[in-house]
């Protein structure tokens, strides 16, 4: 019953019984109003309770107006099964404590709960944008000065040349690219971590290497030659 509005595709995401369900359509093609039939069909057929089930949003106002469209959609299940209505209110009223959230808060909530078990101060904080860019900037300027002591030479040459805040922002730009690890991950599995730690260094020293032989080249051209 709580997948009666949704299409024949739909309604076959929405009741699977698959380990894995992957949806992918454009904006506006019905992807929540398929998630909230599926989270109802799978809580009216007994298999999970509210409190067993999570669902992660990407922000905190996708997780409130998740909970929303489940709770609405709970109330019209209310009035159109009145044997079942208790049940459908119930479930409009506790939904707001349940499981739906962003990966942070879902995160944050079962380290609170369980802090000696995760070897965690049960006072941690979580870190907002502001304290992550800082701790972030901290660390990149630790690793240049590590660099600059390991080699001098080299690191010399790269801040006459682009000088402090372009090579930080060179090493920010190769930061975010760790984001292709992940996918690389999912296809080749996780090898041996010394091996990771080797390519990445690999990967980062080649890219070094490409900026300087172009630097090097500027510096060869003469001011007259094109």
């Known amino acids: ?27 506006g093609s019905g992807k929540t109003r398929v998630l909230v039939g599926r989270y109802l ?26 909970k929303a469209r489940i709770a609405g959609k709970a ?17 409009a009223e506790k939904v707001y ?22 070897e965690v101060d049960p006072q941690f904080e979580m870190l907002e944008d502001t304290g992550s860019s800082k701790l972030r900037d901290e ?9 600059y002591d390991d080699d001098p030479e080299r690191m010399s040459f790269l801040l006459r040349s ?19 690890v992940v996918k ?9 971590p010394e091996l990771l730690r080797s390519r990445n260094s690999q990967y980062i020293m080649k890219r070094l290497e490409g900026y300087v032989a172009n630097i090097r080249d500027f510096h060869a051209v003469s001011p007259g030659e094109d």
């Open 41 to 66: 069909h799978l809580l009216n057929s007994g298999q999970v309770s509210l409190s067993e089930m999570a669902a992660i949003t990407f922000t905190n106002k996708a997780a409130d107006q998740m």
């Open 1 to 27: 019953m709580p997948i009666r509005d949704l299409d024949s595709d739909q309604k076959l995401v929405g009741t699977s019984q698959a380990d894995e369900v992957a949806v992918s359509s454009g904006a």
């Open 75 to 91: 109330l019209e299940l209310a009035v159109l099964y009145p044997d079942s209505s208790a049940k459908w209110r119930e479930t």
């Open 97 to 118: 404590t349940a499981p739906i959230s962003t990966i942070h808060a879902f995160c944050n909530t079962i380290l609170r709960s369980y802090p000696v078990q995760a």
């Open 184 to 192: 690389w991950l999912d296809v080749n599995g996780v090898p041996n």
């Open 139 to 147: 660390a990149l300027s630790a690793f240049l000065k590590m660099r």
């Open 162 to 180: 682009l000088g402090s805040p372009g090579l930080r922002k060179i090493f920010l730009q190769l930061l975010s690219m760790r984001a292709r």
